[in-house]
């Protein structure tokens, strides 16, 4: 009885131990299998995502390219557009420069007509200078009553101041008793010079 009693012991425990030792080897393959199933799974998401970094880089770098050609056909746009802008400028400026010019020549013509109308085409400079010699009596602006006595001769007509000097030069005027002070001042004056000054006195 003993010997069977050892018997099934040694049976059971032989069982239990080859049961262990099936069951280490169970969760040994099993767990071989999970590492390699973990590993691959791993590998594949590295894979994976080293595929989609990839990507993304590609899909960064095609954008960016993108872009940049934008911003330089932008930037040539704007170029042009600055070119053509400075260019009409330019030409906006001259044709306003040259209308300023073309107005000022036309202004100063029409100044040199009406002085001309006015003066009967005398010339007011010749005018004023030989007029230096008479300021003395009769004053810068003609004001002044030469020696107390003469008429102003501010705001006579160029005719009649020119009618005077001639009758002054050929000794039919003696106004005043000035004949013959007069006479002396215009003796040496032309046609053209009195009538010059004749126009000069009467701007005043």
Do not use: W
């Not at 059971?12 to 131990?17: E, G, I, R, T, V």
């Not at 894979?47 to 990839?54: C, G, M, N, S």
């Not at 960064?60 to 872009?67: D, G």
């Not at 009596?137 to 000097?165: F, P, R, V, W, Y």
């Amino acid at each position: 009885m003993k010997n069977i009693t050892l018997l099934s012991l040694v049976a059971a425990a032989l069982l239990f131990s080859a049961c262990d030792n099936k069951t280490k080897e169970a969760v040994s393959d099993a767990t071989s299998a999970v590492t390699e199933s973990a590993k691959e799974m791993t590998s594949n998401a590295v894979d994976a995502t080293k595929d989609a970094a990839a990507t993304a880089v590609e899909a960064t770098k095609a954008k960016a390219a993108e872009v940049a050609d934008a911003a330089a056909k932008a930037a040539e746009a704007t170029k042009a557009k600055a070119a053509e802008v400075a260019a009409a400028t330019e030409k906006k400026a001259a044709d306003a420069a040259q209308a300023l010019k073309d107005r000022a020549a036309a202004a100063n013509n029409a100044v040199k007509e009406t002085v001309a109308d006015v003066t009967g085409g005398a010339d007011l400079a010749a005018g004023k200078a030989a007029y230096a010699k008479c300021a003395g009596c009769h004053g810068a602006n003609g004001t002044t009553k030469a020696l107390g006595k003469a008429n102003l001769i501010a705001g006579q007509s160029a005719a009649d101041l020119e009618a005077a000097l001639h009758g002054y030069k050929a000794g039919t005027r003696n106004v005043s008793g000035m004949g013959m002070l007069m006479k002396g001042q215009v003796a040496s004056m032309d046609d053209a010079t009195i009538k010059a000054v004749a126009a000069y006195m009467a701007s005043f």
